[in-house]
């Protein structure tokens, strides 16, 4: 079922500068000397948005932060520590600051190595803890516990840890390669077209998805399921990995579900470029995993104008 597949190199959410120091998160002492130490910086975060001016994120001193939650996030080459702090009111740039709120949907792709990686772990975290504030086993309010990767009930004592929900994603060809396989959600307005992607089950591999999602939503039968890369999701909290797979047969009508897609079909490379150019066709965003799996099997980028959704 398995096969080799070249890997899609660097991808925008998958990028880190910085050393997530997990093994200070539950000394007390030091992290405590780091919120004191003025080399320290804060990213701010409120509702999935943090500041940014330009192509940086805006960091904070400690000391010019306020209430919320506080993560590690991790050690830069250079020693300067890290933290994101959930704040529960909106964010407020230093004074004489062009910095602005923005989410990471907006920014990543223009955002360096360390400031995507901080971010997406920080929007990650958030994101977990504002959907996880009870134990699931006796209902009682949890406390943040070890920097903020884990919450910890105090009447049980009991420990709840970050959760992320594997997902496969992937770009399938028909047998000779020529074609690729896109579907449109039923969320999605008429002309947006993607790859196939789905959870992975309890006790599925993540190739047994591939086949288990592909035929559910389409009908079509896959085999060569080849692993290619993974990139951080956090919205909330997903891990896309990323495959390639191929049709069984050349003469495959795919037919969608009706549930999950309203619409699927074969794209040969001149419908994705005529399409991309004239707007007729909308492909994901240069963020996404899906948009790299359709240029990976295209052969080079696409053009811009009528991608971005």
């Known amino acids: 079922m398995t096969g080799p597949a070249a890997p899609l190199g660097s ?7 910085t050393d997530r120091a997990a093994e200070h998160r539950g000394d007390d002492a030091w992290l405590a ?7 320290t910086r804060v990213l701010a975060l409120h ?3 943090t500041l940014v001016d330009g192509d940086c994120v805006v960091f904070l001193r400690p000391d010019q932060t306020g209430p919320g939650e506080r993560y590690l996030l991790g050690v830069d080459p250079d020693g300067v520590v890290y933290f994101a702090l959930a704040q529960p009111g909106p964010l407020r740039a230093p004074l004489g600051s062009a910095a602005a ?3 990471l949907r907006e920014v990543a792709a223009r955002l360096g190595d360390r400031d995507v990686g901080l971010l997406v772990l920080a929007v990650g975290l958030a994101n977990w803890h504002a959907a996880h504030t009870h134990c699931p086993r006796c209902g009682s ?4 516990a070890q920097a903020g990767f884990v919450r910890r009930c105090p009447v049980d004592d009991s420990e709840h840890y970050p959760r992320t929900d594997p997902a496969i994603i992937v770009l399938v060809t028909d047998a000779s390669g020529q074609r690729c396989l896109l579907g449109s959600s039923a969320r999605w307005e008429e002309r947006r077209f993607s790859t196939l992607a789905g959870f992975v089950e309890p ?3 993540a190739e047994a998805a591939v086949v288990r999602e592909v035929a559910e939503e389409s009908g079509v039968a896959v085999g060569q399921v080849s692993y290619v890369g993974s990139q951080p999701w956090p919205f909330p909290s997903s891990l896309m990995l990323g495959f390639t797979a191929r049709a069984l047969t050349d003469d495959v009508v795919p037919v969608a579900d009706g549930k999950e897609l309203t619409a699927v079909r074969w794209f040969s490379r001149a419908d994705i470029e005529s ?3 004239d707007g007729s066709l909308g492909l994901p965003p240069g963020l996404s995993i899906a948009r790299r799996l359709i240029e990976h099997w295209y052969g080079s980028p696409l053009p811009d104008p ?4």
């Open 11 to 17: 991808l925008a959410l998958a990028r880190s500068a």
């Open 33 to 39: 000397a780091a919120w004191q130490d003025p080399a």
């Open 47 to 49: 509702d999935g948005r």
């Open 101 to 103: 709120p923005a989410g």
């Open 141 to 144: 309010t949890t406390d943040v």
């Open 203 to 205: 006790g599925e591999s």
């Open 275 to 277: 399409g991309s150019r």
């Open 306 to 309: 009528a991608l971005s959704w």
